[in-house]
């Protein structure tokens, strides 16, 4: 039972370009939650999704990010015309909802040139 | 809403010495707390986790975290650290089995 996957790991883009992260929760997982890691910080909620449905959303930026979970394949995270500020590690997460509680993926590094 | 205060960034300390990392939170309900571990360039691993029962939980590898409820505290301990417990370290809580908040991290420097 392979763990959260997470891809790419790294990930560069240009100013302006959009950046798509990957995440397959782990097989019988139906809850994804994103986090993002800024340089020296904690890890801050994103958020939260069901499969074909956002439960929470709260920590997403207003404009230019946004994610999806469909009934067939990963979760992604879609953040267009990506900025300098937008540099940072990206977690995800997958639970299947219950007290087992969160496995997290390995993340994905986004460095924006 | 929840909070989670971990007010040492950094505790550097000598191989085999004791160690405690101090979590604090804030919340108007109930909550579960983790102590989360991530090591360079990785993704975060459960390193232990309070939801009910005995006050004082163990993790595998010899840490231990005590939830007092009175002081609003969690936090971490181990009594003879090793050069691979260098990582950070990172106070969590929850409101339900949904999104975590986290604290800001504790970086733990262990020397020979």
């Known amino acids: 039972n392979a763990g959260v996957m997470q891809n790419p790991r790294h990930l560069v883009r240009r100013r302006g370009q959009e950046a798509r992260l990957r995440c397959s929760p782990m097989k019988g997982h139906s809850h994804v939650y994103w986090y993002r890691q800024l340089p020296e910080e904690g890890l801050k909620f994103m958020v939260y999704l069901q499969k074909e449905n956002i439960i929470d959303e709260s920590g997403m930026p207003k404009e230019r990010f946004s994610a999806e979970f469909p009934k067939e394949g990963p979760s992604i995270l879609r953040i267009q015309q990506v900025v300098r500020g937008d540099s940072a590690a990206y977690f995800c997460?997958?639970?299947?909802?219950?007290?087992?509680?969160?496995?997290f993926g390995s993340g994905t590094r986004l460095t924006v040139v | 809403a929840q909070s989670v205060t971990q007010l040492d960034s950094q505790v550097p300390v000598f191989e085999e010495a004791p160690v405690e990392l101090r979590c604090n939170y804030s919340?108007?309900?109930?909550?579960?707390l983790f102590w989360y571990v991530q090591y360079p360039n990785q993704g975060l691993q459960l390193l232990l986790k309070y939801l009910s029962g005995s006050t004082l939980v163990e993790s595998i590898n010899g840490f231990e975290a005590e939830f007092n409820k009175s002081q609003t505290s969690f936090h971490l301990r181990k009594p003879s650290v090793h050069i691979s417990d260098t990582a950070e370290y990172f106070c969590?809580?929850?409101?339900?089995?949904?999104?975590?908040?986290f604290g800001t991290g504790t970086r733990l420097l262990v020397s020979p």
């Open positions: 919340s108007s309900v109930s909550v579960y």
């Open positions: 997460a997958s639970s299947p909802g219950t007290e087992d509680g969160y496995t």
């Open positions: 969590a809580v929850s409101a339900g089995f949904q999104k975590l908040v």
